[in-house]
């Protein structure tokens, strides 16, 4: 759902620990994937589809999180 949000993804979203749904498609997300993500490890779902998104995906953003069932980071603007 798009809420017309621009930048990057705050690097403080890490500090939601508890979060198990983030929603962030159909944005103007620019900029990478936080390292901080990593710290979700309660994430079931985690969607940024139809951003701006740049960058190489990291494996170690997702090595931790072992709850995660649904991932959607398709049409963004990644490379690697």
Known sequence: QSN????????????LVQLTTLELDNNFLN??????????????????????????ISDSIFENLKQLSILDISSNLFSG
């Open 31 to 56: 900029g990478g994937l936080p390292e901080s993500l990593a710290k979700l490890s309660n994430l079931m779902i985690f969607s940024a589809s139809n951003n701006q998104l740049t960058g190489t």
């Open 4 to 15: 017309s949000l621009q930048g990057s993804i705050p690097i403080e979203f890490g500090n």
